[in-house]
């Protein structure tokens, strides 16, 4: 009996690497921990009709314009830009506040990296809030997948590696794993598995970072495992819950 | 009495990543375990006058011929590279053969990210086999570092990584430290000290691709700690054994 070939697993460590990979008919999984694809679970879980990640500010009030129901959201240098009207925190969407509203989210690293790919099969969003429904769904699919680290302005983070490592190690007997990058973000997370995993990104560049704007708390959320269990999926431009 | 500032210590886990980083003033270590580095540490312990690296065979070529007592080294796709002489494995070299001569070495990751620093105030080569000798002389030159990862075609890999975790470990209390990459290196560092670096190793990509053309012995070789314990560093186009 032949072999069952098994679809491949890998890691891109930062934006600035997306070119090394295929990503034609795969599944990329967008991370960007600290702290977009966290707000993007916790928001399309409360409820919130969509997503819709954008780059820019100004793109950002614009489409808030166009769209009846929605809420602009973004920081710059850890406080709301200029112009939009919420932050880019997943405890400023509670089901109360943000049920049946479109979440138009402008964010420099993860939204960009997301708009870097192109042919993929499939976009999702991973963050330590939805891991194992994102482990779910990367089993289920069966097709190749590319974990894609946001990173921060390119280089190489710790808390996405981490989470990515978190993947590979849950799920590495389905697929063929032969890329360094992934064995090496597994080896972070056994590393971290005897600690928790905000215990172990305590000593990561984002962050002392973010501290400094006193995120203490919200670091704290973002690194807490499967409170949000749901698949972002990108649907054209907007970013819904996967249903099977 | 004011705080000491302590020099930076960064990795660069890919040449892709180089242009992240900035050089001026520095030390670049120019990591490339499997085998470039390790065999220019073992050539010039062994007695070699200097080692020039090259990017391109015909290059290597024309060095060979205008340089007197000259040796010609490269491969490609684990041979001897046509029209060269002899290949990029430590063990090629002895005293007996190399002494007093110069090396003309062509290879593709190591050399690519030698030619790619610009304005370094030093540039050195690391592998385990000087190890020590490379942490050493890091920590009394007291600049900048940058351990540079010549990687795969651009893509991360483990072996270079991992030796930069082995020189971060040793060295980092002589440095500020806040470049997660580093924190990374030094993580599977750790890691791989319940067994030996080579054990480690194993479950690597290059490791894998090396180990087809029956080239175990020679990554065993590359991964044991301080056999060639020089310090190879750039004078001009030559690579010399440093002296004090």
Not at 36 to 61: D, F, M, R, W, Y
Not at 91 to 105: A, D, H, N, R
Not at 169 to 196: G, P, Q, W
Request: glycine residues 6%; hydrophobic residues 40%; contains cysteine.
């Amino acid at each position: 009996m032949d072999k069952v070939q098994l679809p491949k697993l890998k890691v891109c460590l930062s934006p600035a690497l997306l070119h090394l990979y295929d990503t034609t008919g795969a599944v990329v999984v967008i991370i960007d921990v600290f702290r977009a694809t966290s707000t993007i679970a916790a928001a399309l879980h409360n409820g919130a009709k969509c997503v819709i990640p954008v780059a820019g500010v100004q793109e950002c009030i614009d489409l808030g314009n166009q769209i009846t129901n929605s809420i602009t959201a973004g920081e710059r240098d850890g406080k709301v830009a200029e112009g939009l009207e919420h932050g880019n925190s997943p405890s400023e969407y509670p089901p109360s506040f943000i049920e049946g509203k479109t979440l138009v989210l402008t964010t420099t690293n993860g939204t960009r990296l997301l708009h870097m790919v192109q042919d993929a099969d499939t976009i999702i969003t991973g963050s330590f809030l939805n891991l194992s429904a994102v482990c779910d769904f990367l089993v289920a699919q069966g097709k190749n997948v590319l974990l894609g680290c946001a990173a921060w302005k390119d280089r190489f983070n710790l808390e996405d590696t981490l989470f990515a490592g978190a993947v590979v190690n849950r799920i590495k007997s389905n697929f063929e794993v032969n890329c360094d990058s992934a064995r090496a973000a597994n080896y972070l997370y056994e590393h971290s598995s005897e600690t928790s995993f905000i215990e172990f990104l305590k000593d990561s560049s984002h962050y002392k970072r973010l501290s400094a704007y006193g995120l203490h708390a919200d670091m704290e959320y973002c690194a807490t495992p499967d409170l949000h269990p749901v698949v972002p999926i990108l649907k054209g431009k907007e970013l819904v819950v996967y249903k099977k």
